[in-house]
């Protein structure tokens, strides 16, 4: 085990810090502690735990396409921060609803709606509208999961990435 | 087995869509735990924190009017915080680096991303309970130990004030 040096003399101090060690503040016990564990680990638990998720797939995938509607409604009025909104929820619930192509094109979305307003720039328009139309078609496929949603979700994801890596060196060179 | 482990401990969910409200919920039932309460924004969950003083919080990050990183803040910072030290899991779909790292320097424990699986988030749960962090009081944050690891290989820059080895440990 390497040795810590301790700070040079011309580093700046840093202002104290008080560490709080575990059983210096309140928690679990140790007897909870071992417990919980093994509970947390019982094989039983876990597949009741991933039927409960599986079981509610059905209403997740309503509540998703729900969004897509809102979603389609916010970009034809362009209201940006609303097509954030929506495909933020997309993203956060279509993994649940077994909609996962539909989930990796709305992050890819939110991921370049997020630059974009960080950078202060306006986004490009048709990208927001091509996410779009590959989301509502993916969310109401028969069968989401087919290779073409997961071709779509890595050509846009690439896309994003080319914009994304745009955005960065725009970024540098101011 | 897991009912007679989780029974007595109660856990706050706070999260602004009732979707995912209700799937967090059964979840933490299948565990075996009674006492879920809910909540859907940061305000309201403060003051379900200060009435029912939850073991274990579970927080989405965008809520309105008071997200889940000021949320965390106040549990950390005020005052009138029942409890600074209640481990808090951000279940997010944000997934972006900068916002990782908000939430981190705002006292979150650990960070979940959607979409959920029954077997991420109860290791979320085993690392808080395996392997409790110490806290960290410096200017400016109070929270878990944001540093997850020692790295042998990391030479410096050593920042903090106890690096040089006057660590007071309560």
């Not at chain 1, 390497?2 to 840093?14: D, E, G, L, V, Y």
């Not at chain 2, 919080?57 to 809520?63: K, N, Q």
């Not at chain 2, 889940?68 to 481990?87: A, H």
């Not at chain 2, 029954?118 to 806290?135: D, H, K, T």
Request: proline share 5%; with cysteine; hydrophobic share 40%.
């Amino acid at each position: 085990m390497t040795a810590r040096k301790p700070p040079s003399p011309m580093q700046k101090k840093a202002p104290a810090a008080t560490r709080i060690a575990p059983g210096a503040y309140p928690g679990f016990s140790r007897a909870d502690a071992t417990r919980l564990s093994l509970a947390l680990r019982d094989p039983e638990t876990t597949s009741k735990a991933a039927r409960i998720i599986a079981g509610k797939a059905v209403e997740l995938r309503d509540v998703v396409l729900a969004h897509v509607d809102r979603l389609a409604a916010a970009t034809r009025g362009s209201d940006l921060d609303a097509v954030f909104e929506h495909a933020h929820e997309i993203r956060g619930l279509a993994g649940n609803a077994g909609l996962v192509a539909t989930g990796r094109i709305a992050n890819g979305l939110c991921k370049y709606l997020d630059a974009i307003g960080r950078a202060d720039r306006s986004p490009e328009l048709s990208l927001v509208v091509l996410h779009l139309e590959a989301i509502a078609r993916a969310a109401h496929a028969e069968d989401e999961a087919t290779r073409l949603g997961d071709t779509v979700a890595n050509e846009l994801a690439a896309l994003v990435e080319k914009k994304l890596a745009e955005i960065n060196f725009s970024a540098t060179r101011k | 087995m897991s009912g007679a482990a989780f029974d007595h401990l109660k856990a706050l969910i706070v999260e602004d869509n009732e979707h995912m409200r209700a799937l967090l919920r059964s979840l933490l039932m299948a565990l075996g735990m009674k006492n879920v309460f809910e909540a859907e924004n940061g305000a309201e969950a403060f003051a379900v924190l200060r009435e029912k003083t939850p073991d274990l919080v579970l927080t989405d990050l965008t809520m309105k009017p008071v997200d889940g990183i000021d949320f965390t803040r106040e549990v950390r910072l005020s005052r009138e915080s029942p409890n600074p030290y209640v481990p808090i899991i951000m279940v997010t779909g944000h997934t972006e680096r900068h916002r990782v790292d908000t939430a981190r320097d705002a006292g979150v424990t650990e960070f979940l991303a959607k979409p959920i699986t029954a077997q991420n988030l109860f290791l979320r749960i085993a690392e808080i309970v395996e392997r409790p962090r110490s806290y960290v009081r410096c200017e400016g944050y109070f929270g878990p130990d944001r540093r997850r690891r020692a790295e042998e290989s990391h030479t410096g820059p050593w920042r903090r004030h106890d690096d040089g080895f006057e660590v007071e440990i309560i």
